[in-house]
């Protein structure tokens, strides 16, 4: 395919943290952005030539907003199916819906993950309280997690396996699965980006560190083993060739204290473990982004220096003066105008060592 050419529009669904940071990517490479949100404080409408403030059901809007871009993509994975392929008449969705559909469900994301001979934490799908009490005496307790539109920890319960089934479903109600507990050595991602030619390119291995469910720093190289980070690239890899996906796959995962990995969760879209590679990497994932759904050739993803590590910066902990102080932090504020305890409202990422 010819590549867009510079002064192109790339229309992004979705406005947050995610799309202002693609959308500031898109500029640097000479293309225009039309964010889609729905919500009027979306940090990405401050970065960029146009945007929609419009519900994801308002076809009207939507109709004109594909008209008037090259081609589309997402920083958020739920935006409804029908809402992706309503734009797709009118200009190439990539990432594709039917990629996003798996996504969007972790049962249909673990039985992907399965059928592609990859393996996850044990689970069980949760549709009533009969199921629930099965599932727990199954797997001894675990986490119930609604299948749809969790993040952040929002949508889980830890659960020992003592508690009365039927009396928390009646607060649940809602499509969920179980999964049994990991006792991780600890957890990495890997970002993908495949091409529309079909090239698949991988950043390094990212080692992640959440607390209260929530991402709290990221950190590469991560500290495992040669074969451990191989055999994490070509999960990722086996994962985004099958699905076909053009854009990128971040691919969230367990590696067990033997070395084994365990796929966790897919986003079809930048992650929040990949933010680093802005200053640590010869291509940042955002611009990777934009080089995938533009047609242009992906980036290298070697590292720029020996270590980086990123840290999210929730709720008040978001203050500048100290953190400029220090020479090798790199500073992102998403411009949020509420800050509530714990929403991410920026990162600063640690270089460890100078730039080559
Ligand atoms: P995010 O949006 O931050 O990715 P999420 O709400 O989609 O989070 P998960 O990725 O499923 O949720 O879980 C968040 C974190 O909770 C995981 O990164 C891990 O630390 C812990 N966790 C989730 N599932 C398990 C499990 N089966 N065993 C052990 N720990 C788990
Ligand atoms: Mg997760």
């Not at 049962?107 to 099965?134: I, W, Y």
């Not at 959440?210 to 070509?234: D, E, G, K, Y």
């Not at 720029?304 to 500073?331: F, I, K």
């Amino acid at each position: 395919m010819t590549p867009l050419p510079p002064n192109s529009t790339i229309g992004i669904l979705g406005g947050g943290q995610l799309g202002r940071m693609t959308a500031l990517a898109a500029a640097n490479l000479g293309y225009l952005t039309h964010i889609y949100a729905p919500e009027a404080d979306s940090p990405a409408f401050d970065v960029t030539r146009f945007y929609t403030c419009a519900a994801y059901d308002d076809l009207p809007a939507l109709a004109a907003f594909a008209s008037s871009v090259d081609v589309i993509t997402l920083e958020f994975e739920n935006i409804p199916i029908a809402t992706l392929e309503y734009v797709q008449r009118f200009k190439p969705v990539y990432p594709q819906p039917t990629c996003v559909e798996v996504t969007q469900d972790r049962l249909l994301e673990k039985q992907f993950a399965h059928s592609q001979g990859c393996n996850t934490a044990p689970f069980m799908p949760v549709n009533s309280a009969e199921d629930l009490a099965a599932a727990l005496q199954q797997l001894s307790g675990g986490i119930l997690k609604t299948r749809r539109m969790g993040y952040d920890g929002k949508g889980q319960w830890r659960l020992t396996g003592d508690e009365d089934p039927a009396m928390l479903w009646w607060n649940i109600q809602q499509p969920c699965i179980l999964e049994g507990l990991v006792d991780f050595a600890c957890e990495v991602s890997v970002i993908a980006a495949r091409g529309i030619d079909g090239t698949v390119v991988c950043f390094p291995v990212t080692e992640n560190a959440h607390r209260q469910q929530v991402l709290h720093t990221s950190t590469v190289p991560a500290s495992i083993s040669t074969a451990t980070a191989q055999a994490a690239i070509a999960a990722a890899t086996r994962l985004i060739n099958a699905l076909q996906l053009v854009g990128l796959l971040a691919v969230e995962m367990f590696v067990s204290r033997s070395g084994d990995v365990l796929i966790n969760e897919l986003a079809p879209r930048p992650h929040n473990s990949g933010h680093w590679t802005m200053e640590a990497c010869q291509t940042s994932q955002f611009e990777q982004l934009v080089r995938a759904c533009t047609g242009l050739p992906l980036g290298d993803t070697g590292l720029l220096t020996a270590s980086a590590v990123m840290q999210n910066l929730l709720g008040d902990d978001a203050t500048h003066a100290p953190l400029l102080q220090n020479p090798n932090a790199r500073l992102h504020l998403y411009g949020k105008t509420e800050s509530k305890p714990g929403r991410k409202m920026g990162h600063v990422t640690f270089l460890t060592a100078q730039h080559r």
